[in-house]
Protein backbone atom coordinates (compact mmCIF):
# COMPACT_ATOMS: atom_id res chain seq x y z
CA UNK A 1 0.00 0.00 0.00
CA UNK A 2 1.48 3.42 -1.04
CA UNK A 3 -0.09 4.83 1.99
CA UNK A 4 2.05 2.50 4.70
CA UNK A 5 5.14 2.83 2.40
CA UNK A 6 5.39 6.73 2.49
CA UNK A 7 5.09 6.56 6.12
CA UNK A 8 8.05 3.36 6.39
CA UNK A 9 10.08 6.06 3.92
CA UNK A 10 9.52 9.43 6.12
CA UNK A 11 10.91 6.98 8.93
CA UNK A 12 13.90 5.99 7.44
CA UNK A 13 14.86 9.24 5.96
CA UNK A 14 15.12 10.44 9.43
CA UNK A 15 12.48 13.43 8.61
CA UNK A 16 10.73 12.92 11.77
CA UNK A 17 11.94 11.06 14.67
CA UNK A 18 9.92 8.16 15.24
CA UNK A 19 9.13 9.57 18.92
CA UNK A 20 8.02 12.49 18.24
CA UNK A 21 6.35 11.18 15.08
CA UNK A 22 4.14 9.01 17.57
CA UNK A 23 3.59 11.40 20.26
CA UNK A 24 1.84 13.53 17.03
CA UNK A 25 -0.41 10.92 15.97
CA UNK A 26 -1.10 10.02 19.98
CA UNK A 27 -1.83 14.13 20.90
CA UNK A 28 -4.52 13.89 17.90
CA UNK A 29 -5.61 10.75 19.35
CA UNK A 30 -6.21 12.00 22.80
CA UNK A 31 -7.92 15.20 22.80
CA UNK A 32 -8.36 14.97 26.29
CA UNK A 33 -5.92 16.28 28.64
CA UNK A 34 -5.59 13.89 31.77
CA UNK A 35 -6.28 16.51 35.04
CA UNK A 36 -5.25 15.46 38.95
CA UNK A 37 -8.32 14.29 40.92
CA UNK A 38 -6.42 16.06 43.97
CA UNK A 39 -6.68 19.62 42.33
CA UNK A 40 -10.10 21.84 41.80
CA UNK A 41 -10.11 22.74 38.18
CA UNK A 42 -11.41 25.93 36.65
CA UNK A 43 -15.23 25.92 35.16
CA UNK A 44 -13.51 25.39 31.50
CA UNK A 45 -11.50 22.40 32.68
CA UNK A 46 -14.68 21.14 34.41
CA UNK A 47 -16.64 21.57 30.88
CA UNK A 48 -13.66 20.27 28.98
CA UNK A 49 -14.07 16.76 30.21
CA UNK A 50 -17.65 16.65 31.32
CA UNK A 51 -19.65 18.73 28.21
CA UNK A 52 -20.27 15.17 26.24
CA UNK A 53 -21.72 13.83 29.01
CA UNK A 54 -23.90 16.76 29.97
CA UNK A 55 -24.86 16.87 26.43
CA UNK A 56 -25.68 13.03 26.29
CA UNK A 57 -27.84 13.13 29.14
CA UNK A 58 -29.97 16.16 28.00
CA UNK A 59 -30.61 14.40 24.79
CA UNK A 60 -31.85 11.08 27.00
CA UNK A 61 -33.87 13.05 28.86
CA UNK A 62 -35.72 14.90 26.26
CA UNK A 63 -35.98 11.82 24.71
CA UNK A 64 -37.52 10.26 28.01
CA UNK A 65 -39.73 12.89 28.09
CA UNK A 66 -40.93 12.76 24.59
CA UNK A 67 -41.71 9.03 25.08
CA UNK A 68 -43.94 9.61 28.31
CA UNK A 69 -46.07 11.72 26.58
CA UNK A 70 -46.77 9.33 23.86
CA UNK A 71 -49.85 7.52 23.58
CA UNK A 72 -49.30 4.16 24.24
CA UNK A 73 -47.61 1.95 21.39
CA UNK A 74 -50.07 -1.33 21.57
CA UNK A 75 -53.61 -1.75 21.30
CA UNK A 76 -54.34 -3.97 24.28
CA UNK A 77 -57.31 -5.73 24.78
CA UNK A 78 -59.19 -6.28 28.20
CA UNK A 79 -62.33 -8.19 29.32
CA UNK A 80 -64.43 -6.13 31.49
CA UNK A 81 -67.49 -8.57 32.93
CA UNK A 82 -69.00 -11.75 31.52
CA UNK A 83 -72.55 -11.85 30.63
CA UNK A 84 -74.31 -12.02 34.04
CA UNK A 85 -72.58 -8.56 34.70
CA UNK A 86 -69.89 -9.97 37.16
CA UNK A 87 -66.78 -8.41 36.60
CA UNK A 88 -63.93 -10.53 34.59
CA UNK A 89 -60.79 -9.47 36.59
CA UNK A 90 -61.34 -7.34 39.86
CA UNK A 91 -57.52 -7.09 40.10
CA UNK A 92 -58.20 -3.96 37.82
CA UNK A 93 -61.86 -2.51 39.09
CA UNK A 94 -59.63 -0.61 41.64
CA UNK A 95 -61.50 2.99 42.72
CA UNK A 96 -59.31 5.74 41.16
CA UNK A 97 -57.28 7.59 44.43
CA UNK A 98 -54.72 10.46 45.20
CA UNK A 99 -51.24 9.24 44.64
CA UNK A 100 -49.80 8.81 48.50
CA UNK A 101 -46.53 9.45 46.64
CA UNK A 102 -46.40 11.25 43.15
CA UNK A 103 -44.43 10.77 40.62
CA UNK A 104 -42.27 14.19 40.53
CA UNK A 105 -41.79 13.95 44.60
CA UNK A 106 -40.56 10.19 43.84
CA UNK A 107 -37.97 11.38 41.58
CA UNK A 108 -37.26 14.75 43.09
CA UNK A 109 -36.55 12.93 46.95
CA UNK A 110 -34.63 9.80 44.79
CA UNK A 111 -32.24 13.08 43.69
CA UNK A 112 -31.97 15.36 46.21
CA UNK A 113 -31.58 13.59 49.23
CA UNK A 114 -29.20 11.82 47.85
CA UNK A 115 -26.96 14.57 46.35
CA UNK A 116 -27.82 16.37 49.98
CA UNK A 117 -26.09 13.81 51.48
CA UNK A 118 -22.98 13.51 48.72
CA UNK A 119 -22.58 17.45 50.20
CA UNK A 120 -22.68 16.87 53.74
CA UNK A 121 -20.12 13.84 53.28
CA UNK A 122 -17.70 17.04 51.32
CA UNK A 123 -17.18 18.01 55.30
CA UNK A 124 -14.49 15.35 55.76
CA UNK A 125 -14.52 14.17 52.26
CA UNK A 126 -13.20 18.03 50.89
CA UNK A 127 -12.63 16.82 47.18
CA UNK A 128 -14.12 18.47 43.99
CA UNK A 129 -13.29 15.20 41.97
CA UNK A 130 -15.22 13.06 44.53
CA UNK A 131 -18.58 15.12 44.78
CA UNK A 132 -18.23 15.31 41.27
CA UNK A 133 -18.34 11.98 40.20
CA UNK A 134 -20.69 11.42 43.37
CA UNK A 135 -23.51 13.81 41.50
CA UNK A 136 -22.40 12.81 37.86
CA UNK A 137 -23.24 8.88 38.42
CA UNK A 138 -26.39 9.51 40.47
CA UNK A 139 -27.27 11.02 37.30
CA UNK A 140 -26.36 8.37 35.15
CA UNK A 141 -28.47 6.09 37.24
CA UNK A 142 -31.68 8.47 37.15
CA UNK A 143 -31.96 9.78 34.00
CA UNK A 144 -30.79 6.10 32.24
CA UNK A 145 -33.12 4.51 34.34
CA UNK A 146 -35.92 6.63 33.66
CA UNK A 147 -35.62 6.38 29.94
CA UNK A 148 -35.60 2.76 30.32
CA UNK A 149 -39.00 2.30 31.83
CA UNK A 150 -40.56 4.96 29.64
CA UNK A 151 -39.63 2.95 26.89
CA UNK A 152 -40.80 -0.57 28.07
CA UNK A 153 -44.07 1.54 29.64
CA UNK A 154 -44.40 2.89 25.80
CA UNK A 155 -44.03 -0.51 23.94
CA UNK A 156 -45.67 -3.02 26.64
CA UNK A 157 -47.40 -1.14 29.18
CA UNK A 158 -50.06 -2.60 30.89
CA UNK A 159 -53.44 -2.05 32.86
CA UNK A 160 -53.18 -0.39 36.57
CA UNK A 161 -55.34 -1.54 39.29
CA UNK A 162 -58.05 1.57 38.95
CA UNK A 163 -57.99 1.08 34.96
CA UNK A 164 -61.48 0.27 34.43
CA UNK A 165 -62.69 2.58 36.87
CA UNK A 166 -61.04 5.28 34.05
CA UNK A 167 -61.97 3.61 31.33
CA UNK A 168 -65.77 3.91 31.82
CA UNK A 169 -66.75 1.06 29.51
CA UNK A 170 -69.59 2.52 27.26
CA UNK A 171 -72.39 -0.54 27.52
CA UNK A 172 -74.08 0.39 24.54
CA UNK A 173 -70.63 -0.12 22.89
CA UNK A 174 -70.25 -3.35 24.15
CA UNK A 175 -73.25 -5.24 23.10
CA UNK A 176 -74.03 -6.94 19.75
CA UNK A 177 -71.14 -8.86 19.98
CA UNK A 178 -68.91 -6.15 19.41
CA UNK A 179 -66.26 -8.04 21.63
CA UNK A 180 -63.58 -10.33 20.41
CA UNK A 181 -61.87 -13.54 21.62
CA UNK A 182 -63.53 -17.07 22.93
CA UNK A 183 -67.21 -15.39 24.08
CA UNK A 184 -66.30 -11.82 22.68
CA UNK A 185 -65.18 -11.30 26.47
CA UNK A 186 -62.45 -8.80 25.24
CA UNK A 187 -62.83 -5.10 24.00
CA UNK A 188 -60.46 -2.61 22.75
CA UNK A 189 -59.90 1.25 24.10
CA UNK A 190 -62.39 2.80 22.23
CA UNK A 191 -65.16 1.49 24.51
CA UNK A 192 -64.01 3.72 27.01
CA UNK A 193 -65.94 7.11 28.10
CA UNK A 194 -63.70 8.81 30.31
CA UNK A 195 -60.65 11.18 29.97
CA UNK A 196 -58.49 10.29 27.37
CA UNK A 197 -55.67 11.44 29.22
CA UNK A 198 -56.21 9.40 32.51
CA UNK A 199 -56.95 6.18 29.96
CA UNK A 200 -53.51 6.03 28.13
CA UNK A 201 -51.96 6.49 31.64
CA UNK A 202 -53.71 3.31 33.44
CA UNK A 203 -53.00 1.48 30.32
CA UNK A 204 -48.93 1.95 31.21
CA UNK A 205 -48.66 0.12 34.90
CA UNK A 206 -45.51 -1.88 33.78
CA UNK A 207 -43.08 -1.26 35.08
CA UNK A 208 -43.39 1.29 37.99
CA UNK A 209 -41.68 4.40 37.92
CA UNK A 210 -41.73 5.91 40.86
CA UNK A 211 -40.11 2.24 42.26
CA UNK A 212 -37.74 2.72 39.36
CA UNK A 213 -36.35 6.63 40.51
CA UNK A 214 -36.69 5.30 43.78
CA UNK A 215 -33.74 2.13 43.86
CA UNK A 216 -31.79 4.23 41.10
CA UNK A 217 -31.25 7.33 43.47
CA UNK A 218 -31.26 5.77 46.78
CA UNK A 219 -29.92 2.23 45.78
CA UNK A 220 -26.73 4.51 44.31
CA UNK A 221 -27.01 6.10 47.79
CA UNK A 222 -26.78 3.12 49.53
CA UNK A 223 -23.65 2.02 47.63
CA UNK A 224 -22.15 5.61 48.19
CA UNK A 225 -22.58 5.50 51.59
CA UNK A 226 -21.28 1.80 52.56
CA UNK A 227 -18.01 3.21 50.40
CA UNK A 228 -17.51 6.41 52.60
CA UNK A 229 -18.16 4.92 56.06
CA UNK A 230 -16.63 1.57 55.33
CA UNK A 231 -19.89 -0.56 57.39
CA UNK A 232 -18.28 -3.71 55.23
CA UNK A 233 -14.44 -3.33 55.88
CA UNK A 234 -12.00 -4.87 57.56
CA UNK A 235 -13.01 -3.21 61.19
CA UNK A 236 -16.23 -3.55 63.25
CA UNK A 237 -18.38 -0.23 62.93
CA UNK A 238 -20.90 1.23 65.23
CA UNK A 239 -24.76 0.05 64.99
CA UNK A 240 -25.64 3.79 63.40
CA UNK A 241 -23.55 3.44 60.24
CA UNK A 242 -25.54 0.56 59.37
CA UNK A 243 -28.77 2.03 60.20
CA UNK A 244 -27.60 4.75 58.24
CA UNK A 245 -26.12 3.00 54.92
CA UNK A 246 -29.77 0.85 54.88
CA UNK A 247 -31.93 3.89 55.31
CA UNK A 248 -32.26 4.64 51.62
CA UNK A 249 -32.84 1.18 51.09
CA UNK A 250 -35.90 1.32 53.57
CA UNK A 251 -37.00 5.13 51.45
CA UNK A 252 -37.18 3.01 48.44
CA UNK A 253 -39.17 0.53 49.86
CA UNK A 254 -41.41 2.89 51.17
CA UNK A 255 -41.91 4.94 48.31
CA UNK A 256 -42.94 1.47 46.20
CA UNK A 257 -44.74 0.04 49.43
CA UNK A 258 -47.30 3.15 49.23
CA UNK A 259 -48.19 2.01 45.43
CA UNK A 260 -49.98 -0.72 47.07
CA UNK A 261 -52.07 1.82 49.18
CA UNK A 262 -53.05 3.76 46.53
CA UNK A 263 -53.94 0.85 43.91
CA UNK A 264 -51.71 2.95 41.10
CA UNK A 265 -49.42 -0.12 40.54
CA UNK A 266 -49.52 -4.16 40.37
CA UNK A 267 -47.17 -6.16 42.73
CA UNK A 268 -45.18 -6.73 39.48
CA UNK A 269 -44.93 -3.95 38.19
CA UNK A 270 -42.96 -2.66 41.13
CA UNK A 271 -40.98 -5.44 41.44
CA UNK A 272 -39.88 -4.88 37.75
CA UNK A 273 -39.41 -1.43 38.30
CA UNK A 274 -36.87 -1.81 41.46
CA UNK A 275 -35.05 -4.04 39.85
CA UNK A 276 -34.49 -1.54 37.08
CA UNK A 277 -33.54 0.86 39.73
CA UNK A 278 -31.11 -1.04 41.29
CA UNK A 279 -29.53 -2.51 38.25
CA UNK A 280 -28.93 1.11 36.94
CA UNK A 281 -27.31 2.29 40.44
CA UNK A 282 -25.17 -1.00 40.35
CA UNK A 283 -23.73 0.18 37.14
CA UNK A 284 -23.46 3.97 37.19
CA UNK A 285 -21.64 3.56 40.90
CA UNK A 286 -19.15 1.25 39.15
CA UNK A 287 -18.32 3.87 36.13
CA UNK A 288 -17.19 6.56 38.67
CA UNK A 289 -15.88 4.80 41.58
CA UNK A 290 -13.21 2.07 41.73
CA UNK A 291 -15.06 -0.65 43.27
CA UNK A 292 -18.52 -1.81 44.46
CA UNK A 293 -17.79 -4.35 47.01
CA UNK A 294 -14.16 -4.46 48.01
CA UNK A 295 -13.35 -1.81 51.03
CA UNK A 296 -10.11 -1.25 49.93
CA UNK A 297 -10.80 1.06 47.03
CA UNK A 298 -14.66 1.28 46.51
CA UNK A 299 -14.54 4.98 47.93
CA UNK A 300 -12.67 5.85 44.97
CA UNK A 301 -13.50 8.17 42.25
CA UNK A 302 -12.02 6.95 38.99
CA UNK A 303 -9.83 9.75 36.89
CA UNK A 304 -11.68 9.85 33.00
CA UNK A 305 -8.35 9.98 31.49
CA UNK A 306 -6.13 7.81 33.29
CA UNK A 307 -7.17 4.28 34.56
CA UNK A 308 -6.57 3.20 38.16
CA UNK A 309 -3.91 0.90 39.29
CA UNK A 310 -5.32 -1.63 41.21
CA UNK A 311 -2.40 -3.52 41.94
CA UNK A 312 -0.65 -0.06 43.37
CA UNK A 313 -3.33 1.97 44.69
CA UNK A 314 -1.88 2.84 47.78
CA UNK A 315 -0.35 5.47 45.54
CA UNK A 316 -4.03 6.66 44.23
CA UNK A 317 -5.10 9.87 44.59
CA UNK A 318 -8.06 10.59 46.79
CA UNK A 319 -7.34 7.64 48.55
CA UNK A 320 -8.47 9.03 51.81
CA UNK A 321 -11.86 10.18 50.44
CA UNK A 322 -14.21 8.13 53.83
CA UNK A 323 -16.09 10.38 55.33
CA UNK A 324 -15.26 7.59 58.56
CA UNK A 325 -11.95 8.38 61.02
CA UNK A 326 -12.34 4.79 62.65
CA UNK A 327 -9.37 2.12 62.53
CA UNK A 328 -7.19 4.50 60.45
CA UNK A 329 -9.44 5.37 57.65
CA UNK A 330 -9.13 9.11 56.27
CA UNK A 331 -5.74 9.36 57.86
CA UNK A 332 -2.52 8.17 57.49
CA UNK A 333 -3.32 4.89 58.65
CA UNK A 334 -5.52 4.35 55.59
CA UNK A 335 -7.84 1.93 57.34
CA UNK A 336 -4.80 -0.92 56.96
CA UNK A 337 -3.57 -1.43 60.00
CA UNK A 338 -3.28 2.33 61.49
CA UNK A 339 -0.27 2.60 59.12
CA UNK A 340 2.35 0.02 58.72
CA UNK A 341 0.95 -0.33 55.47
CA UNK A 342 3.37 2.54 54.37
CA UNK A 343 6.70 0.26 55.35
CA UNK A 344 5.38 -2.79 53.31
CA UNK A 345 2.91 -2.42 51.05
CA UNK A 346 3.36 -6.51 49.55
CA UNK A 347 2.48 -7.54 53.07
CA UNK A 348 -1.52 -8.79 52.54
CA UNK A 349 -3.73 -9.40 55.14
CA UNK A 350 -7.81 -9.15 56.08
CA UNK A 351 -7.41 -6.43 57.77
CA UNK A 352 -4.87 -7.43 60.40
CA UNK A 353 -2.41 -5.09 59.91
CA UNK A 354 0.68 -4.94 59.11
CA UNK A 355 4.63 -5.57 60.31
CA UNK A 356 7.10 -3.12 58.06
CA UNK A 357 10.54 -2.98 58.34
CA UNK A 358 10.77 -0.83 61.49
CA UNK A 359 7.79 -1.51 63.58
CA UNK A 360 9.28 -3.95 66.00
CA UNK A 361 9.09 -7.01 63.23
CA UNK A 362 11.42 -5.59 61.32
CA UNK A 363 15.43 -6.24 60.14
CA UNK A 364 16.75 -7.13 63.91
CA UNK A 365 14.31 -9.12 65.67
CA UNK A 366 14.09 -12.41 64.01
CA UNK A 367 11.17 -11.55 61.24
CA UNK A 368 13.15 -9.38 58.80
CA UNK A 369 14.52 -10.36 56.04
CA UNK A 370 17.50 -12.00 57.62
CA UNK A 371 16.50 -14.91 59.59
CA UNK A 372 15.47 -17.77 57.50
CA UNK A 373 12.37 -16.29 57.07
CA UNK A 374 13.22 -13.67 53.81
CA UNK A 375 12.78 -13.72 50.44
CA UNK A 376 14.15 -16.87 50.01
CA UNK A 377 11.83 -18.94 50.49
CA UNK A 378 9.31 -17.60 47.99
CA UNK A 379 6.60 -16.87 50.32
CA UNK A 380 4.79 -13.90 51.79
CA UNK A 381 3.06 -13.43 55.38
CA UNK A 382 -0.78 -12.54 55.89
CA UNK A 383 0.74 -10.56 59.13
CA UNK A 384 4.29 -10.94 59.50
CA UNK A 385 5.87 -8.98 57.13
CA UNK A 386 7.64 -11.08 53.36
CA UNK A 387 7.93 -14.67 53.81
CA UNK A 388 6.43 -17.68 56.23
CA UNK A 389 7.51 -20.55 54.01
CA UNK A 390 4.16 -20.84 52.72
CA UNK A 391 4.40 -20.96 48.53
CA UNK A 392 3.49 -17.77 47.32
CA UNK A 393 0.85 -19.65 44.75
CA UNK A 394 -0.76 -21.52 47.23
CA UNK A 395 -3.92 -19.75 46.88
CA UNK A 396 -3.74 -18.22 50.15
CA UNK A 397 -1.61 -14.87 49.25
CA UNK A 398 -0.40 -13.28 45.82
CA UNK A 399 2.61 -11.19 45.83
CA UNK A 400 1.00 -8.46 43.38
CA UNK A 401 -1.73 -7.98 45.44
CA UNK A 402 -1.33 -4.85 48.05
CA UNK A 403 -1.97 -3.95 51.78
CA UNK A 404 -5.68 -5.41 52.91
CA UNK A 405 -5.82 -7.85 49.63
CA UNK A 406 -8.43 -10.97 50.10
CA UNK A 407 -5.57 -13.46 48.85
CA UNK A 408 -6.78 -13.54 45.43
CA UNK A 409 -9.64 -12.26 45.16
CA UNK A 410 -10.80 -9.93 41.90
CA UNK A 411 -11.98 -6.34 42.69
CA UNK A 412 -16.07 -5.71 42.26
Known amino acids: MPLFGKRRAAKE ?7 EADGHRHHKRSPAESYSMSKRPSFGQWVKHTWLDIVTMAIMGALG ?11 RSFAVTFSDGQVVYPQFAYPLRDEV ?3 WLAAFLASMVPITIMAIMQIRVRSFWEFNNAVIGILYSLITAALFQVWVKWLIGGLRPHFLDVCDPDPAKMGNNNGEGFQRLYFRPDICRGEKKLINDA ?8 TTAAFAG ?3 LYLYLNAKLKVFSNYHPSLWKLALTYSPILAAVLIGGALTIDEYHNW ?4 AGAAVGITMAFSSYRMTFAAIWDWRFNHIPLNRTAPFNYDSYMNAELLHAVATRKAGWGGDGLGHGHGHGHHDKHAAGMGAGHVGHHDGMGHHNGVGHHNGLGHQDGAHSAVGGHANGVPANDGFTQHRRPVGGH ?3 HMV
Not at 13 to 19: A, I, M, R, V, Y
Not at 65 to 75: D, H
Not at 268 to 271: A, G, K, L, T
Request: aromatic share 18%; proline share 13%; charged share 15%.
Open 13 to 19: EGSLPST
Open 65 to 75: LGIYFAEPRPA
Open 101 to 103: VPI
Open 203 to 210: LESFPSGH
Open 218 to 220: FGY
Open 268 to 271: YDIF
Open 407 to 409: GGD
